[in-house]
């Protein structure tokens, strides 16, 4: 069995390996994620600081 055809809904329990894989790639999705949705936020701050100190 490989990362490839291993399904999540499989009567078969993955091995280390695949686990090890799983977990590694979610982790990753997770933190890439993350940061952008960081970018976004200060991108989003810096944007309506903008806004608000022109209305001044």
């Known amino acids: ?3 490839d055809t291993y399904k999540l809904t499989s009567t078969e329990e993955p091995t280390d390996e695949i686990l090890s894989q799983l977990m590694r790639e979610a982790a990753e999705e997770a933190a890439r994620k993350r940061a952008e949705a960081t970018a976004q936020f200060f991108n989003q701050l810096k944007s309506d600081a903008q806004k608000i100190e022109a209305a001044w």
């Open 1 to 3: 069995m490989s990362i």
